[in-house]
């Protein structure tokens, strides 16, 4: 049972723009960074945006995150065919002493 | 540019054993938190365990505490996964991490392809 919550789907038409929600609690996004990671179909997962809303080299603007809270959102802008992939949020938990993930957004571009 | 290069994978019978590693390069290795993290075949992430750079703490999910160990030669760049008593829930693509300096374990950043280990009599 995955700790942070996600919707399991989201979609978007080309060129619109799209958010995935992630939910926790004060002992991990209220606490820590949020992560989130691109699965693209068959491939390793790839971070996206760390520390709650920085981008590593080569991770396109489009892609913004935000905290607020106990929340946490992924934003992509400009939608493409090509951003069809699964998407995780993850944060360290610090009553845990774990990682948690969410479950998982899986994002159709209609 | 950050490279982890997961090996060690194979097919293995149900009670057996199996180490992984995980070759390291393009940062200093011996400066930051590493993780594990594995997939389960069409399941999501799921966090496997954590070290700090040094090698002094570690971190396990309920799911493996007591029959996966974590471990590091920060002579050699590599981080281990030594896995005992493997059932068929082992069953996933595993890959290493990247955590942050020293004992901060608050990232975790991807960096290879994994490999797969199948759980299977």
């Known amino acids: 049972q995955s700790m942070l919550t996600q919707p399991p789907s989201v979609s978007a038409a080309p060129g619109q723009k799209v958010t995935v929600s992630c939910s926790g609690s004060?002992?991990?996004?209220?606490?820590?960074?949020v992560s989130w990671y691109q699965q693209l179909p068959g491939t390793a997962p790839k971070l996206l945006i760390y520390?709650?809303?920085k981008r590593p080299s080569g991770i396109a603007d489009r892609f913004s995150g935000s905290r607020s809270g106990t929340s946490a959102t992924l934003g992509i802008t400009g939608l493409q065919t090509g951003d069809e992939a699964d998407y995780y949020c993850g944060a360290w938990d610090t009553s845990l002493s774990a990682w948690v993930f969410g479950g998982g957004t899986k994002l159709t571009v209609l | 540019q950050v490279l982890l290069v997961e090996s060690g994978g194979g097919v293995v019978h149900p009670g057996r054993s199996l180490r992984l590693s995980c070759e390291a390069s393009?940062?200093?290795?011996?400066?930051?938190?590493m993780h594990w993290v594995r997939q389960a075949p069409g399941k999501g992430l799921e966090w496997v365990t954590a070290?700090?750079?040094?090698?002094?703490?570690?971190y396990y999910a309920d799911s493996v505490k007591g029959r996966f160990t974590i471990s590091r030669d920060n002579t050699k760049n590599t981080l281990y996964l030594e896995m005992n008593s493997l059932s068929a829930d082992d069953t996933a693509v595993y890959y290493c991490a990247r955590g942050r300096y020293y004992y901060d374990c608050s990232n975790l950043a991807p960096g290879g392809q994994g490999t797969l280990v199948a759980v299977s009599s």
């Open positions: 520390e709650n809303d």
């Open positions: 070290m700090s750079y040094d090698g002094s703490k570690t």
């Open positions: 004060n002992s991990n996004i209220g606490n820590t960074y």
């Open positions: 393009g940062f200093p290795f011996n400066m930051y938190a």
